[in-house]
């Protein structure tokens, strides 16, 4: 059989989107039981005694189209019109035994495509139906190009928003929705318990999290794109919060030790600020812990304020703006100013952990003279 191009399926687009030209197939009249429907169709066939009903009052008045494939007959438009006529002949009306359709031979690469492209125009297809329409479009599309040397000129997403008359940008939600959203997500898309914008803003969540908004979506809670979408945001600004820490620390950590060391060889006490000030500092929840672990012992700041070593800092926990009440207790070892990369008015300052305290619970003396001393017992 002989090759086809990708104008050959954007003409199949043409075509469906307007009638199909009966000089491209060949008449035939077969049983409706001989014809095969597709393996991939996924589209709803709802309806189906309603329509058989209209048939029986009016008559077929579009013949059900097919496509010939290694000589066997599979539907490639008309899934629910070929179930009404069976559904006519099982209530004993034998003029539908042979019905009137439409075929031409294809490849199997053809057929899906075929199949798929005809029914963006046939029906009125809801958000899941569209999301899986373009997830076995690339497959089929992939396909040709593999078996039957289909070209594909320019990006595949920008060929399938063309023969889906999607937006690229629609056609790239879709896919990410296909490829990182958890099963229980698509089973409540499909089920129309969330929507497109709310599924494909949860796909980018971790599984767990799209577990926990499938199950509220299943028990029947509204589920909003703006408030996953925040949740997102959310964890985006705390990568790249991390990130910037990380790319810090790497740079800075080695500078900072021999500083702090040259410092504690070379400033006697006796130099340094008679009587040394504490200061307060708001500490978002969420590089609380690793301070207080002590995996964090430095912080960029805006030196608004005459730091200086042996300065204490008074660092308070905050979560959503509001004190939690936990509270560090460190001392200021080094301080870094002049360095590639700080911009004017900001400095580096080296801390060490003293003390931890929580509410009104007391103080838990955390310094490592006491941690070795308890080791020692």
């Not at 104008?7 to 049983?31: F, P, R, V």
């Not at 597709?38 to 709802?46: A, G, M």
């Amino acid at each position: 059989m002989a090759k086809f191009g990708i104008n050959d399926i954007l003409n199949a687009k043409s075509k469906a989107g307007a009638s199909t030209k009966t000089e491209q197939y060949t008449e035939i009249y077969l049983s409706p039981y001989e014809v095969k429907p597709s393996e991939n169709n996924f589209y709803s066939q709802d309806n189906i005694e309603e329509l058989a009903d209209s048939l029986l009052a009016v008559g077929q008045q579009q013949p059900t189209v097919l496509g010939r494939v290694n000589g066997e007959f599979r539907i490639v438009s008309g899934h629910r019109r070929n179930l009404a006529n069976i559904k006519n002949i099982e209530r004993g009306h034998n003029e539908y035994k042979r019905i009137r359709y439409l075929y031409k031979d294809m490849t199997e690469a053809m057929y899906d495509l075929s199949l798929l492209i005809g029914n963006v125009y046939n029906r009125e297809l809801t958000p899941w139906e569209k999301t899986q329409q373009a997830q076995k479009l690339k497959e089929a599309l992939l396909r040709a190009k593999e078996e039957d040397g289909l070209e594909i000129i320019g990006k595949l997403r920008e060929v399938i928003a063309e023969l889906l008359n999607e937006s690229s940008t629609n056609v790239a939600r879709m896919d990410s929705i296909n490829n990182h959203a958890t099963p229980e997500i698509k089973e409540e898309f499909a089920k129309g318990n969330i929507g497109i914008s709310a599924a494909y803003e949860a796909a980018k969540l971790p599984e767990e999290e799209q577990k926990e908004i499938a199950g509220k979506a299943a028990a029947g809670e509204e589920i909003r794109a703006k408030e996953i979408a925040k949740k997102v945001a959310e964890k985006t600004e705390w990568k790249r919060y991390c990130e910037e820490q990380d790319k810090i620390d790497r740079e800075t950590r080695k500078k900072l030790q021999e500083q702090e060391d040259r410092e504690k060889m070379e400033v006697l006490p006796s130099e340094w600020k008679q009587g040394p000030e504490e200061y307060e500092m708001r500490i978002a929840s969420f590089c609380f812990p690793d301070i207080e672990e002590q995996k964090r012992r430095f912080e960029l700041l805006k030196k608004d304020k005459d730091y200086k070593i042996g300065d204490r800092l008074k660092l308070m926990e905050y979560k959503g703006g509001k004190p939690t009440g936990k509270v560090l207790n460190v001392e200021i070892t080094c301080i870094l100013e002049d360095y590639t990369g700080l911009e004017d008015g900001y400095c580096i300052i080296g801390f060490k952990l003293e003390t931890y305290i929580e509410g009104s619970a007391g103080t838990e003396k955390v310094s490592e003279s006491d941690t070795g001393a308890a080791g020692g017992q």
